[in-house]
Every structure is written in C-alpha cells, then in structure tokens.
C-alpha cells in the first residue's frame, strides 16, 4: 500500500507563489500516473492537474492553466505542483493522489490512493 505525504502548504498572498511536494513511499510511482485535487469549504473535490507515469502528459483544470504546473521526479518518487499567480480563489485543502494506471486522467475515481492534504490559504 502507497502513502503519500503532501507538503508545501501554507499561507501566501494573491498574485504569490507555492510549491507543494507529494512524497511517495512503499510503491514505485514511475509506473502510475499521479494527480493533484483541492478541496474548498463547503464545495466537493476538485479536479486541478495529473501527469502521466513517465511524465510525458499533463491535463489541467481550466481555472488553474497556465499559472499551475505538474512534475514529478519518479527517482525521487515525489511529485510537485508549482502554482503561480494565486488567486483568493485557489484557498484549498490540496490533495495528491495515485491514479490506477500510467494513463493520466481527470476524474477522482481514476485514483485509487490519496494523501492527508495540505491546506493552501491565498490573502487577498
């Protein structure tokens, strides 16, 4: 069974910029596709970014593109969101999950495990 760790959260202003980690242990990532949802109070889960096993392909949620990106390092088996230009609206609990194949998707029930998440607060 994979654990995944989250980190990197915290509080940042609109307009800054974070980078949250997801370290892996217990299962080599390289042959999973990985994915990044967030939760907001009173809203479901959300959809935000995933990535292919090998890294090849990225799908992200139209609110977030073009000022969030998706890596992962499958030596280190951790993988990132790098998110720029926050917005008030990106306050979120962010979770990382495992996808149940190498093929990246965008749904939650392509993900079989998940993180505890990390909160995310963006001040206007």
């Known amino acids: 069974q994979v654990q995944l760790v989250e980190s990197g959260g915290g509080l940042v202003q609109a307009g800054g910029s974070l980078r949250l980690s997801c370290a892996a242990s217990?299962?080599?990532?390289?042959?999973?596709?990985m994915g990044w949802f967030r939760q907001a109070p009173g809203k479901e889960r959300e959809f935000v970014a995933s990535?292919?096993?090998?890294?090849?392909?990225?799908y992200y949620a139209d609110s977030v593109k073009g000022r969030f990106t998706i890596s992962r390092d499958n030596a280190k088996n951790t993988v990132y969101l790098q998110t720029n230009s926050v917005k008030p609206e990106d306050t979120a609990i962010y979770y990382c999950a495992q996808g149940r194949t190498i093929v990246a998707a965008t749904s939650a029930h392509e993900f079989s495990s998940w993180g505890q998440g990390t909160q995310v607060t963006v001040s206007s």
């Open positions: 217990g299962r080599t990532l390289s042959t999973y596709a």
């Open positions: 990535i292919s096993g090998h890294g090849r392909y990225t």
